[in-house]
């Protein structure tokens, strides 16, 4: 594809439940990145690979947030046992040297 | 991040005005600067980038300036157009990630 695809785009969870969002980076992107936004806020890091390797995981907010990129491609940002605090628009970057592209995001809703 | 939680500052401009955005930064060892434009229900898109040893740089009717001394970004959009409305945000990249700085909506009036 031409660009970043996250899916779903939209993902409604119950509280408690586990929830994992994908990401397919641009082709042949080395580096990849998870963001998080609230609403009417900036995106906030989360999480950087570079290839299959999560070299900065420092923004996770908590245990329950888990990311991985085991084939230095597609990535998997996982939520377990979702709080209504993670209600947020779920962002993937990747970039080829520093210029990072996004996607459209996923957006999380945890009712 | 820097965040203002639900009250983002707007900037209202008249179609076929300039505009001008601020945006303060927070480390004074970034190097690379980026603004970028997100509209509603998309992921924020690339406008113009500037390194740290430039203070001005020019795209297509985009002007980003750099002061280093005050920790100061701005973008300049010549000649705003309704597509230009859209919440900018600039960003700092001291490192991999991404540092994002509070966003300002620019809404255009025709």
């Not at chain 1, 996004?102 to 957006?107: N, V, Y």
């Not at chain 2, 603004?35 to 297509?60: A, L, T």
């Not at chain 2, 309704?82 to 490192?95: H, I, K, L, R, T």
Request: net charge neutral; charged share 20%.
């Amino acid at each position: 594809g031409a660009g970043v695809s996250q899916s779903p785009r939209y993902k409604v969870a119950k509280r408690g439940q586990d929830v994992a969002l994908r990401c397919d980076p641009i082709s042949g992107h080395v580096s990849l990145f998870w963001y998080q936004q609230a609403l009417g806020q900036g995106p906030e890091f989360l999480t950087y690979f570079q290839n299959e390797a999560q070299l900065d995981k420092s923004g996770l907010p908590s245990d329950r947030f888990f990311a991985e990129r085991p084939e230095g491609s597609v990535s998997t940002l996982k939520i377990q046992r979702t709080q209504q605090e993670d209600s947020a628009v779920y962002l993937c970057a990747s970039s080829e040297v520093r210029e990072q592209f996004f996607g459209p995001g996923t957006r999380l809703t945890v009712l | 991040g820097e965040s203002v939680g639900l009250h983002l500052p707007t900037l209202s401009v008249q179609e076929g005005d300039n505009s001008i955005i601020n945006c303060a930064y927070s480390n004074s060892a970034s190097d690379y600067f980026i603004w970028y434009k997100q509209e509603s229900g998309k992921g924020p898109q690339f406008i113009i980038d500037i390194r740290s040893n430039m203070d001005k740089r020019q795209g297509q009717r985009v002007t980003v300036l750099l002061n280093k001394t005050v920790k100061h970004l701005s973008l300049q959009i010549a000649a705003t157009q309704p597509g230009d409305s859209a919440v900018y945000f600039c960003a700092e990249n001291p490192g991999n990630k991404l540092v994002f700085g509070a966003g300002t909506i620019l809404r255009v009036k025709s």
